[in-house]
Structures are given as structure tokens and as C-alpha cells.
């Protein structure tokens, strides 16, 4: 198992129902909404990795922000506001039970698809807004890009509890 998904299930076990749920401010998520957003991101990308595999051959590529993520093998590390209307606030709940069966779910996903993204041809891609024109290996890569890139939230998150208790 990759050792993001390791670590944001084991991370998991440390947070109390109302931790989970707590907020700094109106405009902060918590971190229930955190796991949300990543776990429903991760599947989102996960489907373009399996779209990839009936997607036309296609010379288009990334676009210029896409070239750059990819070249870094990695999001910046600032936060990145999308626009209002992509950037509605996730699910929260109270439950690490609920939210350690969707980690696991996804994970298993993860690890399921890992020879599609190797095999599918790279230039049979799908769209990204943001990135251009991604093939199975590049939007499976984006899964651990995008897990990576949240720990900085989940950094500033768990400070935040920890000053709050």
C-alpha cells in the first residue's frame, strides 16, 4: 500500500468525533471534509485512469499548469482555491468509522487499478480543466500528487485542533 494511503488511514485513529467536525473558521474545512474531498477527488480521478482505456489516440497535451505540476511531480504548495461553483464543501461526518471504510475502499481501488495506468497506451487520454490531456499513468499519479499536496492542509488543520483543546 502506498505510504499516503497508510498514512491518512493510520492518521485516522487520532481524532474524536468532534474533532473531526471542528472548524476554525466559516471559510476552513474540517477535517472530515478534508478526507471527503480527498476521497472524492481520488475517485474521480481513478475513473479517468479507466476511461483512459476506451479513450481515442490523441497528440493533444498538457496544458502549461499541467506541464509544470508534472515536471515537479507534485501540486504547488500553496493552497489552490477553485472557483466557487467547483468548490462546493464536502460531506462531513463525525464517524471515523465511516470514514476509515471509505479510505479503505479507495485504497483497494488504488491498488487495483495500478496495471491499467501502466498498460493503457499513453496516448489514449482524457481531459482535464485545469491540465489539459492526461493519459492513465499521469491522472493515476495525480491521486498520490493531490493526497501529498493535502497534508499541508492536514498539517495546518491539526495545529489548529491542537491549540483549540
Not at 481520488?42 to 506541464?67: I, M, N, R, W
Not at 492542509?153 to 491549540?163: F, P, V
Request: hydrophobic share 40%; net charge negative; with cysteine.
Amino acid at each position: 500500500m502506498d505510504e499516503l494511503f497508510t498514512y491518512y488511514l493510520q492518521e485516522l485513529d487520532h481524532y474524536q468525533p468532534n474533532a473531526l467536525i471542528y472548524h476554525l473558521d466559516h471559510d476552513t474545512w474540517s477535517i472530515s471534509q478534508m478526507y471527503d474531498h480527498l476521497i472524492v477527488v481520488s475517485h474521480e480521478y481513478l475513473d479517468e485512469v479507466e476511461s483512459c482505456q476506451f479513450a481515442p489516440v490523441t497528440t493533444s497535451g498538457k496544458s502549461p499548469f499541467g506541464e509544470r505540476l508534472f515536471a515537479a511531480g507534485a501540486f504547488p504548495a500553496t493552497p489552490i482555491r477553485l472557483p466557487d461553483a467547483m468548490n462546493a464543501p464536502p460531506d462531513e461526518t463525525a464517524h471515523v468509522d465511516r470514514l476509515r471504510t471509505r479510505w479503505l475502499e479507495l485504497t483497494d481501488r488504488h491498488a487495483s487499478l495500478a496495471m491499467v495506468a501502466q498498460s493503457t497506451a499513453p496516448d489514449q487520454k482524457t481531459h482535464h480543466g485545469g491540465m489539459g490531456w492526461l493519459n492513465a499513468a499521469e491522472w493515476y499519479a495525480l491521486v498520490t500528487y493531490h493526497l501529498a499536496h493535502h497534508r499541508h492542509q492536514k498539517r495546518r488543520l491539526d495545529a489548529a485542533l491542537a491549540n483549540h483543546s
